[in-house]
């Protein structure tokens, strides 16, 4: 097998999670409201608010 995939990770977009800082990765979920998104998960939107 060749490694033809070179580079083809970076084709979906990410962002810095605001509260963990981990970069987290475009979700289709994520597709409607990805430029809105600033938490990877409930748990750091939870964190953020409290
Ligand atoms: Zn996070």
Redesign the pocket.
Known sequence: MASSFKGNKSFLPSKI??????E?TWRKSWEKNWESVK???D??RK?KQA
């Open positions: 999670c605001v509260v963990c800082k981990k987290m938490y990877c998960s748990a750091c964190k």
